[in-house]
C-alpha cells in the first residue's frame, strides 16, 4: 500500500528569517502532518500508554456487570481488589525491572522467602513482629542486590540470572521453613494487620489494598517527577546511549532490582495478611503473573515504555476478568483460557501502537 | 570569525610544534602561534591483539573546525572515544587549555565542557526532546521539592530547551515535549548536536552527525556546525563524506591505520589527495 500523503503547513512567521533553512525546515516538520483517524487514535494510544489498559477495564466491568447483577455489589469489587493486591505490588516491582528491558523470573520465589523469614521469626523465634517484618524486607532487598550485582557484575542477561535465583529463593525457603506452612494465628497480629479491611461508605477496603495503592503512588511519582525515573526509562531504551549521555547506568540498574526487591518484601507482607498463613508452597507463580499484568498494562518487554499506572490496570483486567467469568459460572480452565488471550491481544495491539510516528 | 579569535590568543601562546605532525601543509593561518584547545599526544588503544590507536597526536584550535576522516577501522572513533571519556586511552595525554587531564568515564569529560554526540547512539527515543537535551543533568527544582522530594524542575528544562534551540538557529523543533521517536533523522539529529552545544563550552565532537541522514537534512546539521564555530566553539567532526568535509572543515585530520597519516586544510590539498593519502596512495 502507498504510504499516506503528508501534506506540509509552512509557518509563515518562520519564513521571514533566513529563507533556504526556513522553507527546509518547514518540509521537515513530521509532526504537522495530516493524519487518518485511525493514524490519529494510535498516536493519542501511543503517547497515553495507560490508556488502552483502562479502555479494556472499563469494557470488561461493564460487560460482567451486565451478565452478572452480582458483579457489581460492593462486597464483589471489594473482593476483587483483595485478591488483586498481592500481584499487583508484585507487578509493580515487575514493572520496574521491565522498564529498564529486563525482566525478573524470581518475583515470586523471593516474595515467599522473604514472607517465611518474617513468619518463622515472629512466630518460632519469638522475634518481635517489627523487627520480624525488617527482616523480611532486607531479606527482599538482599534478592534484589543479588540480581542487581548478577545483572551489571557479570553482565549476564536479567533471564538467565533470574532464572537462577528463583530456584535458589525457592530451594532456600523449602531449607528454611523445612517446608512447614505457619499459621496466622500463630503470629502476632502486625503480621496478619494487612488482611483486614475498613468500611469506606459501605465498601471494605482492605489496609493490603491500601499499602499497594501507597506503593503505586511512591513509585509513580519517583518514575515521574525525579532524575532517577528519567534514567530508569533511559536505559531501558538503549543503555549505551543513557551511559554516554552520563547517566549511570549500572547504579540505576542496581538500584532498580534493589527497589523492586523491597517491593516484593512489602508483598509477602500482604500475603501473610491476605491468607493468614505464610506457605512456602505459595505464590511460586507469582512471576507470570506479575508479567502478565505488566504486558496487558501496556508496558513494553523490550525497555524504556510503560507506566505503573498500566500494569495497576493490567492486574485490575486479570483480576476482572477471573472473577466475571467465575461468577458466570465458567471453569477455572476458561479464566486460565481468556488470560492467555487478554495477554497476546495485548502484546499485538502494543505492537501496532508501536508503529505509530 | 574564528581568525579573530586565533590572533587574540597569538601574543601569549608559545607556539607549540607538534612532534609526530610532519606533514607538509600543516601550516594553515589559524594553528600558527595559537595554543590549541586540546592536545593529544601518542594515544595507544589496543583491544586484545587488535591495535585500534597506535600513537595518535591531534591538536583543536580555537574556533576551528577539525575534520577527522579515514577509512573503516583507521581509528576514528576509538580516537573521539579517547577524546570524549567513552574509551579510556592505554598510553598518551590529553590536555586541555594547556592542563594534563585524564577521562575516566563520559562525565569526566563533560565536566570539563567537552561534548560528543556518538554516531548512532545520539538520544533515547521515547524520552522528549527537552528530556534527552538534560539528560544525565537534570534539573532540580529548588528548595525541599528539589533538595528532599528530588523533583525534577521540567517547566525550567523545556524553557531552557526551547531558548538554546532559538540560538542555534532550529526552528524545526516547536514541540519540545515530544518523544524523539516520533521525529525526523534530521530533527533527532538536531536535538542530539543542541545537547552537545548546550553543554560543550570548550569542545563539541561529532560523530558522522550526517551519516543517516538526507541531503537537505545533511545541510542543516552543517549550518549548525558552522554556527557553533562562528560562537567560537571548536568542534570535531567525524565523517565520511568528503564533499562536506571539504564544504566545513578548516583542518583535516587523515587517520590511517590507527595513526595520524597527515593534517591537511581544504586549500593546501584537493580531495583526492585526502583520499590517496587515506588509501596510502600518498605520503602525507
Not at chain 1, 127 to 155: D, F, H, I, Q, Y
Not at chain 2, 114 to 141: H, T
Not at chain 2, 263 to 272: D, E, K, L, M
Amino acid at each position: 500500500m502507498a504510504p499516506p500523503k503528508r501534506r506540509h503547513r509552512v509557518n509563515l512567521k518562520d519564513e521571514d528569517m533566513t529563507p533556504s533553512i526556513e522553507t527546509e525546515s518547514a518540509a521537515a516538520l513530521v509532526f504537522d502532518t495530516a493524519q487518518t483517524p485511525v493514524q490519529r487514535v494510535r498516536s493519542v494510544l501511543h503517547r497515553y500508554p495507560a490508556l488502552s489498559p483502562a479502555v479494556v477495564l472499563l469494557i470488561s466491568v461493564i460487560v460482567f456487570g451486565m451478565l452478572n447483577e452480582r458483579f457489581l455489589l460492593p462486597a464483589n469489587l471489594s473482593l476483587i481488589t483483595q485478591q488483586v493486591a498481592i500481584v499487583g505490588t508484585v507487578a509493580l516491582a515487575q514493572t520496574l525491572i521491565i522498564l529498564t528491558a529486563g525482566i525478573d523470573l524470581s518475583v515470586g520465589t523471593a516474595m515467599v522467602l522473604a514472607s517465611m523469614v518474617m513468619a518463622v521469626a515472629a512466630s518460632e523465634n519469638g522475634v518481635a513482629a517489627p523487627v520480624a517484618l525488617l527482616m523480611g524486607l532486607v531479606v527482599g532487598l538482599l534478592s534484589g542486590l543479588l540480581n542487581g550485582m548478577l545483572v551489571t557484575k557479570l553482565k549476564l542477561p536479567p533471564f538467565i540470572v533470574t532464572l537462577g535465583t528463583y530456584s535458589i529463593f525457592l530451594a532456600l525457603t523449602l531449607l528454611y521453613s523445612k517446608g512447614s506452612t505457619v499459621r496466622g494465628s500463630d503470629m502476632p497480629a502486625i503480621m496478619t494487620w494487612t488482611g483486614k479491611s475498613f468500611p469506606v461508605g459501605g465498601v471494605s477496603v482492605s489496609y493490603g489494598v491500601v499499602i499497594m495503592f501507597v506503593l503505586y503512588v511512591i513509585v509513580a511519582w519517583a518514575l515521574v517527577t525525579t532524575a532517577w525515573g528519567r534514567h530508569v526509562y533511559a536505559v531501558g531504551d538503549d543503555p549505551e546511549a543513557a551511559r554516554l549521555a552520563g547517566v549511570r547506568t549500572t547504579w540505576v540498574l542496581r538500584s532498580v532490582y534493589i527497589s523492586a526487591g523491597s517491593i516484593i518484601a512489602i508483598a509477602a507482607w500482604l500475603q501473610i495478611g491476605r491468607t493468614s498463613a505464610a506457605s512456602p508452597n505459595a505464590g511460586a507463580d507469582l512471576n507470570l503473573d506479575s508479567i502478565t499484568a505488566v504486558v496487558i498494562g501496556g508496558t513494553s518487554l523490550f525497555g524504556g515504555r510503560g507506566t505503573v499506572w498500566g500494569t495497576l490496570l493490567g492486574a485490575l483486567i486479570v483480576g476482572v476478568f477471573r472473577n466475571g467469568l467465575s461468577l458466570a459460572g465458567l471453569d477455572v480452565l476458561y479464566q486460565t483460557l481468556a488470560v492467555g488471550i487478554l495477554v497476546i491481544v495485548a502484546v499485538s495491539v502494543d505492537q501496532w501502537i508501536r508503529k505509530a510516528r | 570569525m574564528a581568525t579573530t579569535t586565533a590572533s587574540a590568543a597569538n601574543m601569549a601562546a608559545p607556539s607549540v610544534a607538534a612532534p609526530g605532525t610532519e606533514a607538509p601543509g600543516t601550516a594553515a593561518p589559524i594553528t600558527e602561534g595559537v595554543t590549541p584547545v586540546l592536545t593529544a599526544r601518542g594515544l595507544v588503544k589496543t583491544y586484545g591483539r587488535v591495535v585500534g590507536l597506535d600513537g595518535v597526536d591531534l591538536d583543536l584550535y580555537p574556533g576551528e573546525v577539525l575534520a577527522i576522516i579515514g577509512d573503516n577501522g583507521a581509528g576514528k572513533s576509538t580516537l573521539i572515544k579517547c577524546l570524549t571519556g567513552a574509551e579510556i586511552a592505554d598510553a598518551g595525554t590529553i590536555e586541555l587549555d594547556g592542563k594534563r587531564v585524564q577521562f575516566r568515564r563520559p562525565e569526566d569529560a563533560k565536566e570539563h565542557g567537552i561534548e560528543a554526540v556518538y554516531q548512532n547512539l545520539a538520544v533515547s527515543p521515547a524520552l522528549d526532546v527537552a528530556s534527552n537535551l538534560f539528560l544525565g543533568r537534570e534539573i532540580r527544582k529548588a528548595g525541599v521539592l528539589g533538595s528532599l522530594l528530588r523533583q525534577l524542575d521540567t517547566k525550567k528544562m523545556r524553557e531552557r530547551t526551547r531558548e538554546e534551540l532559538k540560538r542555534l538557529g532550529i526552528t524545526t523543533l516547536q514541540d519540545v515535549t515530544v518523544p524523539i521517536e516520533s521525529l525526523s533523522g534530521g530533527q533527532r539529529q538536531a536535538v542530539a548536536v543542541a545537547r552537545a552545544a548546550a553543554f560543550g563550552s570548550k569542545v563539541v565532537v561529532l560523530d558522522e552527525p550526517t551519516a543517516a541522514l538526507g541531503v537537505r537534512e545533511s545541510g542543516q546539521v552543517l549550518d549548525l556546525v558552522r554556527r557553533l564555530r562562528d560562537a567560537g566553539t571548536p568542534v570535531i567532526l567525524i565523517s565520511h563524506n568528503m564533499p562536506q568535509v571539504f564544504e566545513v572543515a578548516d583542518r583535516i585530520h587523515i587517520q590511517r591505520l590507527g595513526r595520524c597519516a597527515a593534517t591537511i586544510t581544504p586549500q593546501s590539498h584537493s580531495r583526492t589527495d585526502a583520499v590517496a593519502i587515506m588509501t596510502g596512495a600518498l605520503e602525507g
